[in-house]
């Protein structure tokens, strides 16, 4: 029983690159969470996720990020330009229903712009 | 939308004392509290969590408060461990809201002095 599986674990980049992060959420689950971790820096909430809908993108940047989530397949955030400033920590949540009830992080995307 | 305010930002104990962290949050329709635990280059692993409709909840040497009059909730750890040394974050989750998904506070570093 697979938990929510990120790959890759590391991603390099140059600056003016696309950069795109998948997660598959744990079996069953259809609700799916983006965040964003800075070095020495909480989670920061970026979008929500149900199959193909995006619910809440509030915490995302407006130009260059998207997210998806298809019927058949991993959740995709794409980064499109990325810039220094993007290098971060991508962490993506799973549930089995809408928050309120217990979200399974996976591992994290290390993404490194240089 | 919700904020999450959490202190200290760092906690030096020593092992077998206790280590509380608190949080305070905003929104008052928030009703799920969940405490993670983040080590060195992993995951973010859940430890606890309390619903608005109870005071407090126990799991071995961990609790968590919740005061919803006040807005805010604590982690309490006894009888510390190193193991226990690790990035605290808490959360706060208003399924309801407009904005879904946790809000994290911005994470306590607990280290524990042998």
């Known amino acids: 029983n697979a938990g929510v599986m990120q790959n890759p674990r590391h991603l390099v980049r140059r600056r003016g690159q696309e950069a795109r992060l998948r997660c598959s959420p744990v079996?069953?689950?259809?609700?799916v969470y983006w965040y964003r971790q800075l070095p020495e820096e909480g989670l920061k909430f970026m979008v929500y996720?149900?199959?193909?809908?995006?619910?809440?993108e509030s915490g995302m940047p407006k130009e260059r990020f998207s997210a998806e989530f298809p019927k058949e397949g991993p959740s995709i955030l794409r980064i499109q330009q990325v810039v220094r400033g993007d290098s971060a920590a991508y962490f993506c949540?799973?549930?089995?229903?809408?928050?309120?009830?217990?979200?399974?992080f996976g591992q994290g995307t290390r993404l490194t712009v240089v | 939308g919700e904020n999450v305010e959490q202190h200290p930002s760092t906690l030096s104990v020593q092992e077998g004392d206790s280590a509380v962290i608190k949080c305070t949050y905003s929104?008052?329709?928030?009703?799920?509290f969940p405490w993670y635990k983040q080590e060195l280059g992993k995951r973010p692993q859940l430890i606890i969590d309390?619903?608005?409709?109870?005071g407090e909840k126990k799991d071995q040497r961990i609790a968590v408060t919740l005061n919803k009059t006040a807005k805010h909730f604590s982690l309490h750890i006894t009888e510390t461990q190193p193991e226990d040394s690790a990035v605290y974050f808490c959360?706060?989750?208003?399924?309801?809201?407009?904005?879904?998904?946790?809000?994290f506070g911005k994470g306590t570093h607990l280290i524990i002095q042998p």
């Open positions: 949540a799973s549930s089995a229903d809408r928050v309120g009830t217990e979200a399974f």
């Open positions: 079996k069953g689950h259809s609700h």
């Open positions: 996720l149900q199959k193909e809908n995006i619910i809440d």
């Open positions: 929104d008052s329709a928030s009703n799920y």
């Open positions: 309390i619903r608005s409709n109870v």
């Open positions: 959360a706060a989750s208003n399924p309801g809201g407009g904005a879904d998904g946790l809000t």
